[in-house]
């Protein structure tokens, strides 16, 4: 399974940003589990947000509703809309699918977030 993310780039504080992670290749499983995750300099990797295959959503604390994660199940697409960005949202953002019944878990290559304040 090979994860392609994009959407992410330079925002000033309040602004928004929207990414997007397909998964793609001949194991892909709509059962899985998708969702996003960042890290930002110095910083292990913590959650954000991560979406059930049946729509049920985890999200990190730190979201406090400015966030929202979705899936197309048919494209085997997740998204994050990311609104009310604030500075302390810099981070790369990794895109996760997690079949976990089958002990198969992938990352994306990371998206740059950077707010600016």
């Known amino acids: 399974v090979q994860l392609q993310a994009s959407g992410g780039g330079l925002v000033q504080a309040g602004g928004s940003l929207r990414l997007s992670c397909a998964a793609k290749?001949?194991?892909?499983?709509?059962?899985?589990?998708m969702g996003w995750y960042r890290q930002a300099p110095g910083k292990q990797r913590e959650l954000v947000a991560t979406m059930t295959s049946s729509g049920i959503t985890n999200y990190a604390e730190f979201v406090e509703g400015r966030f929202t994660v979705s899936r197309d199940k048919s494209k085997n697409t997740v998204y994050l809309q990311m609104n009310s960005l604030k500075p302390e949202d810099t981070a790369a953002y990794y895109c996760?699918?997690?079949?976990?019944?089958?002990?198969?878990?992938?990352w994306g290559q990371g998206t740059q977030v950077t707010v600016s304040s």
């Open positions: 290749g001949r194991n892909v499983a709509d059962s899985a589990t």
């Open positions: 996760n699918y997690n079949a976990y019944w089958a002990g198969r878990e992938y």
